[in-house]
């Protein structure tokens, strides 16, 4: 496939099909609010199979380890959902879903399956009283189908117990003290637990306790006032130093450790009961489970995206590690965002990743988040349609900063002319 050179990187000159077509590979984030990232895969490749309906158009969405993860998983057709009984944060029976891989040996599950907000109502948000009991049922369930390989999602919690739910269900057990404190027998751990490999996707790096713990950074969202926030970290601390002692493991300040309301903090202490038990970035994760680099050894172009393309991008939002493996595997990546600012277009160019702005008109937010998917599919096609140059793209005003629009602008736009292309865009030579 002919291509521009990009520093650093092995250019695709050829298509890979012998018969000249391309090997599309579409692999973005979820735009958080709106679609999930296997909703935008399928926009994005509808557009593209109607501009160039002959191309093989792969997906393979992807997700951060919260809530959509397993979806995304799924969608490479290589799973099987599987349902286990378990409790939902404040104890009533519920079914939880969780994904085994074809041969048996792999399983992930989203602790929100069970032990996610989202199964509670606003009036029912429990920050004391909330359990990560159900995740614990849901992981002995897949310790009884003899799976050895968990990958767990921790986002989306509505849960502060330090992973206790979880420790009660796997056989600790867990005894309150009048005084506050608590007194942790660990006999009892399932002794299945030594022959699995946990990898839990986890994307925050705060500590267990303090300004940045669990309690005060993730407490509000689960219902917790000023004076709760304040009490539950207390009883995180007791907490800790009572599983410390019983696992003489101190893990209240690794990085992480305060993740889903202190269960990775809890999990980080039986870290020495399992075979391999380790924090991992959910996207890192994902894409190995999905196998995205053994795709992308097959593909011609991969388009990854994200709901904003901005200054996070450059601290490992999916779209930058989608472009780096990109670059490393010599295949060129554009990046859609329904949000583009100069920062997220720049740190993407660093790995010869173009970025396209989902609109190619300016909009207000509401308007595009209330518009689903159809801007995507008009714009998985004008990238298709880049192929033949008829590709548009915005003309800046002298001396503004604005580089590409983006759906939430405050400020003055660029003037827009749909038959202006600059002759130093990379859009110009997207495919060439």
Not at 188 to 212: F, H, K, M, S, Y
Not at 224 to 239: S, T
Not at 309 to 329: P, S
Request: glycine fraction near 12%.
């Amino acid at each position: 496939m002919p291509g521009r050179d990009v520093p650093g990187r092995d250019v695709v000159h050829a298509p890979r099909r012998s018969d000249g077509l391309l090997v599309v590979l579409i692999a973005p984030d979820s735009f958080k609010g709106t679609l999930t990232s296997v909703q935008v895969a399928e926009a994005i490749a509808e557009g593209w199979r109607r501009a160039r309906p002959a191309d093989e158009v792969t997906l393979a969405p992807l997700a951060d380890g919260g809530e959509g993860t397993l979806e995304a998983i799924a969608a490479t057709g290589a799973w099987a959902w599987q349902d286990a009984a378990a409790s939902d944060p404040i104890g009533r029976p519920v079914t939880a879903r969780w994904l085994r891989s074809a041969d048996g040996a792999r399983a992930c599950v989203e602790l929100a399956s069970a032990s996610g907000l989202s199964r509670l109502a606003p009036v029912e948000r429990d920050p004391f009283g909330a359990s990560t009991r159900g995740t614990g049922e849901v992981l002995r369930a897949m310790l009884d189908a003899g799976v050895g390989h968990i990958v767990l999602g921790i986002g989306g919690s509505a849960t502060t117990d330090g992973g206790r739910g979880i420790l009660e269900a796997l056989g600790a057990e867990v005894r309150d003290l009048p005084d506050g404190g608590f007194e942790i027998d660990l006999s009892g751990l399932d002794p299945r637990l030594a022959a699995t490999e946990l990898r839990i996707a986890c994307d925050v790096t705060n500590p267990l306790l303090g300004e940045r713990g669990a309690a005060a950074t993730y407490g509000p969202q689960k219902g917790a006032d000023p004076a709760a926030v304040a009490a539950l970290d207390a009883r995180l601390a007791r907490w800790a130093g009572a599983l410390e002692d019983a696992t003489r493991h101190r893990e209240r300040d690794s990085a992480g450790a305060g993740a889903a309301g202190g269960t990775a903090f809890g999990l980080l202490c039986l870290a020495d009961r399992f075979r391999l038990l380790e924090l991992v970035p959910g996207v890192d994760l994902v894409v190995e489970e999905i196998g995205l680099e053994s795709l992308l050894a097959t593909a011609d172009l991969v388009i990854t995206g994200e709901g904003r393309i901005d200054a996070q991008t450059a601290f490992g939002k999916t779209a930058l590690g989608v472009a780096r493996l990109a670059q490393i595997a010599g295949v060129r990546c554009i990046a859609v965002g329904g949000g583009v600012e100069p920062e997220g277009v720049e740190a993407l160019a660093r790995f010869g990743a173009t970025v396209v702005p989902v609109w190619e008109q300016p909009v207000p937010l509401e308007v595009a988040m209330a518009a689903g998917a159809a801007p995507l599919i008009e714009c998985g096609a004008r990238i298709a349609r880049a192929l033949d140059g008829r590709l548009t793209t915005p003309k800046r005003k002298p001396g503004s900063d604005k580089v590409i629009i983006h759906p939430d602008f405050d400020d003055p736009v660029p003037e827009w002319d749909p038959d202006y292309m600059h002759p130093g865009d990379p859009m110009r030579d997207l495919l060439k």
